[in-house]
């Protein structure tokens, strides 16, 4: 069953520290969940009953801009839509707005909640906010192991980027990680290790050559693993390409 946001009421932890006084931070789930756009809190579905009426949180380093909303402009949803990205993607991953950065905001979360987020800049300037980067994070980006899709088999593939991810793991026997940057770090390659058999690193032909040296690193490690190389990224490809692709190669 899907889930969806029921309705906002005031996050206990903000209101600790004398914010949301306007009382709808925390969005509240139709599972039982919660979770505050603000300060990142987060009460899972199961846990709902044991923390209610005895939060105890700390405050988080890493928030979202204060300003996300998970109504998405008319321009975020065709940006989205040039790779494939359904409604029901967005509400997977909580793709969020900031109107105020003019950004996409793909949050990332762990058991514990929020670990950080990167933005996608879509503005054009004319409010005054014009970013060197398309992208920004906040957070330890390159530390996260962020998985998206199927974790029940034994391999995982790799990308640059969460769209990409995201447009990989529309295969409902994949499981795919974005690196969220350029380097896949030998921690990162450890703690997939534990999870996983067999790994494919798939990025664009101008990254060829440090996806085939991530690769080696891998199998030094005792992870098999290969090397996916297409002219572009997998979200410049189409869902039914994107298929035949993987269809050479055994991520069951």
Not at 14 to 25: E, K, M, P, Q, W
Not at 45 to 66: D, F, N, Q
Not at 99 to 112: A, E, G, N
Request: glycine share 8%.
């Amino acid at each position: 069953m899907t889930t969806h946001c029921t309705h906002h009421s005031q996050c206990p932890e903000c209101a600790r520290i004398g914010h949301d006084r306007d009382g709808n931070n925390l969005a509240v789930y139709s599972d039982g969940s919660c979770w505050c756009f603000r300060c990142g809190y987060l009460v899972s579905a199961s846990g709902i009953k044991k923390l209610k009426g005895r939060v105890s949180v700390p405050t988080r380093a890493i928030v979202l801009p204060r300003d996300v909303d998970e109504t998405l402009p008319v321009k975020a949803w065709s940006y989205l839509g040039n790779y494939e990205l359904t409604p029901h993607d967005v509400l997977l991953n909580t793709i969020l707005w900031s109107q105020d950065q003019q950004r996409l905001i793909f949050p990332y979360f762990d058991s514990t909640g929020l670990l950080g987020w990167q933005g996608r800049y879509l503005g054009d300037g004319s409010n005054g906010f014009a970013p060197k980067a398309k992208w920004f994070g906040r957070g330890k980006l390159e530390q996260m192991l962020h998985l998206i899709g199927n974790r029940q088999g034994r391999s995982c593939i790799l990308t640059e980027d969460t769209i990409s991810a995201i447009k990989v793991a529309h295969n409902p026997y994949i499981c795919a990680s974005p690196i969220l940057g350029s380097h896949i770090s030998t921690n990162r390659l450890l703690r997939l290790k534990l999870l996983f058999d067999t790994i494919y690193i798939w990025l664009d032909k101008d990254k060829q050559k440090e996806a085939v040296q991530f690769s080696r690193t891998a199998q030094l490690l005792g992870l098999n693993s290969s090397v996916i190389i297409t002219d572009t990224d997998p979200k410049e490809h189409t869902d039914n390409q994107i298929k035949d692709i993987l269809d050479g190669f055994t991520t069951t």
